[in-house]
């Protein structure tokens, strides 16, 4: 099911040419590839009518809409690993392992109280309804929190309320949102996968067992214990963070465990999603050698999107010359 306004409102284009809709997908730090596929598109002149965009291409697609595409690239590549840890206001026993209060306001300091209604082009984010699984199309209202609720990574960030319905990240439903830019009458849509790195991946394993090399089913008496003592004395917060967060060699961590849960359910939806409704380009960045959660990276994730976006430059222009 999906929610939105009382129905796409029309959006005219520029004379001579189909309206063109821009879909931005999912993808954590590999979303700052956004920013390199829409400065490319407009290097060539193509300018987008209408821009939709779940979690991080909410995110992007939210900025360049409200003409803050260049601030968004300058904050994006000032990140560093510090600075990220310093965003991140871990919290026990909420919804979500990060409260989010710092981020928010960030995201509020540079939007302000913008609405998706003052945008000079039309835009939707998408997020997923908590209980329901209702898909939600936000049209109209704050653009800030609209862009909150999107990427609301489910176990990572708490949900977020609007408009009287607790919502979380659209990934969960719709990752590349082709279908809601085809509703808001685009004719020509590009649409950016985040996730094509993945495509190779998710085969069938048809036998598999232990062998000598396991662990143990449990470990020794008051391991848990012991071992976090021994954490709490040797690590300070930002150590213990980074351990959680950024990819190690040994035993995945909570946060690497709930992302890769969510990538490879991201992907199945995906695949089957592009499959039904297929955009008219596809644009798909290598950019899986960046992790979820490397935003301090910033830099090679917009150089990728720059890229792969330069070479889907020419079936672009002849498709939107086809249906002109």
């Known amino acids: 099911m999906t929610i939105a306004d009382v129905g ?6 520029k004379v001579g040419r189909p309206l063109i809709g821009l879909v931005l997908g999912s993808g954590a730090a590999r979303g700052f590839a956004h920013i390199g596929v829409i400065q490319a ?18 995110l992007v697609g939210g900025c360049y809409a409200n003409n803050q595409l260049g ?27 990060i409260g989010g209060g710092r981020l928010a306001r960030r995201l509020t300091d540079a939007i302000g109280t913008t609405t998706i209604e003052d945008l000079p082009i039309r835009f939707a984010a998408i997020a997923t309804e908590v209980g329901t699984g209702h898909e939600i ?8 929190l609209a862009m909150r609720a999107s990427y609301a990574l489910p176990g990572i960030f708490p949900p977020v309320r609007l408009g009287g319905r607790w919502l979380v990240d659209g990934a969960l439903v719709n990752p590349v949102p082709v279908t809601a830019a085809r509703a808001f009458g685009a004719r020509v849509v590009i649409a950016v996968n985040l996730d094509a790195d993945r495509f190779a991946r998710g085969a069938t394993i048809a036998s598999h067992g232990s062998d000598e090399n396991d662990e143990p089913v449990e470990p020794p008496p008051g391991t848990p214990r012991k071992a976090f ?54 644009i798909t960045p290598h ?38």
Not at 298 to 313: N, Q, R
Request: charged share 25%; aromatic share 6%.
């Open 8 to 13: 796409p409102r029309p959006v005219r284009g």
């Open 229 to 282: 003592m021994g954490l709490r004395g040797m690590f300070g917060v930002e150590r213990l963070l980074r351990r959680q967060i950024f990819p190690t060699e040994t035993r995945p961590g909570f946060s690497t465990v709930m992302i890769e849960a969510f990538n490879i359910m991201q992907d199945r939806i995906t695949r089957m999603r592009l499959a039904g409704d297929p955009p008219d380009v596809h």
């Open 71 to 97: 601030e968004l690239e300058r904050w994006a590549r000032s990140l560093t690993v510090r600075r990220i840890i310093g965003y991140l206001d871990v919290r026990i026993g909420g919804s979500g392992l």
């Open 137 to 144: 199309w936000l049209t109209h209202g704050s653009l800030a």
């Open 41 to 58: 598109l407009l290097e060539r002149g193509i300018i987008p009518d209408i821009v939709v965009g779940t979690s991080i291409g909410a």
């Open 287 to 324: 950019i899986g050698h960046v992790g979820w959660l490397e935003f301090h990276r910033a830099a090679e994730a917009i150089t990728a999107g720059k890229i792969a976006t330069e070479k889907a430059l020419e079936p672009i222009v002849d498709t939107i010359a086809a249906l002109g």
